[in-house]
């Protein structure tokens, strides 16, 4: 039932060249950074790596809050990132865990004004003490 409806409203916000804005680095696709496309969003090599498979997974049409994102856009970032982490473990048996994580603001961290979520795989070791996770962001509030 759901998917009917995503669908429907995925075929009314379907990305148009007017939902791009010039100079953006992520309303154009480099091929050469292309991992997966489906028709919402896509999914590319992260060019700053943090781990070896970071991935980016960005919606089409340009918008710059991950809350100002539609529903079936939301549902079609999730959809790839469960796809890349699926790939991600299949090709690379050393990836146990990962980070999933999104910049919304410039006090957030935000540098490019395109939503996109951050797929880090971690591997066991990749780090001495990797509790508290996202929580790094802030370096005082990682350990608890």
Not at 72 to 99: C, R, W, Y
Request: proline share 6%.
């Amino acid at each position: 039932m759901h998917r009917k409806r995503d669908r429907v409203e995925a075929n009314c916000i379907a990305p148009r060249s007017a939902d791009r804005e010039e100079g953006c680095i992520f309303c154009v696709i480099n091929p050469d950074e292309l991992v997966e496309e489906k028709e919402l969003c896509y999914a590319r090599t992260d060019r700053y790596p943090v781990t070896r498979g970071h991935t980016l997974v960005i919606p089409k049409r340009h918008v710059a809050s991950y809350f100002d994102l539609h529903e079936p856009e939301v549902n079609a970032i999730h959809k790839m990132l469960s796809m890349t982490k699926k790939n991600l473990v299949e090709q690379d048996k050393t990836v146990t865990g990962f980070n999933v994580g999104v910049n919304v603001g410039k006090d957030a961290g935000q540098s490019i004004f395109h939503v996109h979520v951050h797929l880090i795989p971690r591997r066991k070791g990749d780090m001495e003490n990797p509790q508290g996770g996202v929580r790094g962001v802030i370096p005082s509030k990682r350990t608890y």
